[in-house]
């Protein structure tokens, strides 16, 4: 295409895309998304069979591997992971060093650059075993370090892993334990985690995902190429819709001002958040699982007041002609946050949250990459708008 020119010095002929709207970066196996059928695969399985079905560290082990794992396979996987959970005790410190009021996931991003000085191997990428030794720790380690920052903002001590309990119910335990022995979790908000964590799990080429690959493509260690990925995720467009949808649904304060919020963002004032994708034009599927996993936190937890308010604006927008001609429907932030406020998060951890799971998607693409012969450094081309042969002007004279 260089060769193709339209006028002399032009460069050749380029696509001119920002953000990679309509140019594939890369060729992949491991999720497929139809935006306006409504349909999320992970390695060809529907993620309505996974979240009805699966856990999450199964799913992880689907997404890096390819295929659900035997009974064997499985208990070997979680078994490893689990084995890697803790974290070294300098990394601990490290966390420790952090200000009281340091938002955790500048906490988790800076933790997970820094746990690539404590595996010197990881950066040999190409042998197979240390990858799949990284990918296990990394997986083990992200709530851990999730759980650490948390614990951080709240003036607590750390706690350690309890690797008898599942992968949900040790970080809830990481997260909530006081005193008592053991911590408990309710299976039902245990399981509503699980689910969370296999919606989230993967998402094709998302802007973490793009970033991973494109820092992955450098043949960096794998702990510098996601700490980019949670970097990308770190910013509102990508990791913070479900913190505006609260922020939303608390400015709105009662169900008697849905209809006049809702005329508001018809005016074009502002946007529903949660609702409507720059992919799915149908239906989120996340979405509609989400919202079951909802009911059966509110079930312990007690309903959230805002939930009303969110179910209400949802019915008036279903039914509008504005939100229907435009294809809008909730997507999966629309009752992500209201479930993780039911569970005590504050908003700070939303992203957090996201992060601990879409680290085994990013890991499996991250590996696809690698082993990709027609991956090259991301170094995309640029169309120059700037001066050319200025002539340098010593300070003095200028
Ligand atoms: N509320 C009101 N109107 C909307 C909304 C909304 N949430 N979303 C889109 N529209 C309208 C636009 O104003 C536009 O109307 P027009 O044709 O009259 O100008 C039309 O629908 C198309 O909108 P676009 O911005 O072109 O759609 P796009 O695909 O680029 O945007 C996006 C997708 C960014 C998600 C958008 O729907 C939005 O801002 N939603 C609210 C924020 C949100 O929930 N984000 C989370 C996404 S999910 C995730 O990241 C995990």
Excluded at 212 to 233: C, E, F, K, N
Aim: net charge negative; hydrophobic share 40%; aromatic share 12%.
């Amino acid at each position: 295409l260089k060769q193709i020119s339209a006028a002399e010095g032009d460069g050749g002929l380029a696509t001119y895309d920002p953000g990679f709207v309509n140019t594939a970066s890369t060729r992949s196996s491991v999720t497929f998304i139809d935006g306006d059928k409504g349909i999320l695969e992970y390695r060809g399985y529907p993620i309505e069979q996974l979240a009805e079905q699966s856990n999450y560290l199964e799913v992880a082990y689907l997404l890096v591997n390819g295929k659900l794992p035997n009974k064997a396979e499985y208990e070997g996987w979680a078994h490893d992971v689990t084995y890697h959970t803790f974290v070294h005790e300098n990394l601990k410190t490290f966390m420790q060093g952090f200000r009281y009021d340091a938002h955790p996931m500048g906490m988790l991003l800076a933790s997970v650059g820094a746990l690539s000085t404590f595996y010197p191997e990881s950066r040999d990428i190409f042998d197979e075993e240390s990858r799949a030794l990284q990918i296990r720790r990394m997986i083990a380690k992200m709530p851990t370090l999730g759980a650490f920052a948390f614990r951080h903002a709240q003036g607590k001590p750390y706690v350690y892993p309890d690797n008898e309990l599942s992968y949900a119910a040790n970080f809830l335990s990481m997260l909530f334990k006081m005193s008592e022995p053991k911590y408990a979790a309710d299976d039902r908000l245990v399981r509503a985690l699980e689910i969370l964590f296999i919606l989230h799990a993967d998402h094709e080429q998302n802007a973490s995902t793009n970033a991973v690959r494109a820092i992955g493509s450098t043949q960096v260690d794998p702990y510098s190429a996601v700490t980019g990925g949670i970097a990308a995720l770190y910013g509102p467009l990508h990791g913070g819709a479900n913190e505006a949808v609260l922020k939303m649904l608390r400015r709105i304060g009662t169900v008697e001002n849905v209809p006049s919020f809702i005329e508001g963002v018809k005016a074009g004032e502002e946007r529903l958040m949660g609702f409507g994708h720059r992919v799915y034009k149908n239906y989120d599927p996340r979405a509609k699982i989400i919202k079951k996993a909802a009911d059966d936190v509110f079930e312990v937890t007690g309903i959230n007041p805002l939930l009303k308010i969110a179910v209400e604006l949802e019915k008036i927008a279903l039914e509008d002609e504005y939100f229907v001609s435009r294809k809008l429907y909730p997507n999966v932030d629309f009752y992500s946050g209201l479930i993780y406020e039911a569970l005590q998060f504050p908003p700070e951890m939303f992203t957090v949250l996201f992060a601990i799971p879409r680290t085994s998607g990013w890991l499996a693409q991250w590996a696809e990459s690698l082993g990709d012969s027609d991956q090259k450094i991301a170094r995309p081309k640029q169309i120059y708008t700037g001066q050319r042969g200025v002539q340098y002007v010593p300070m003095g004279d200028r």
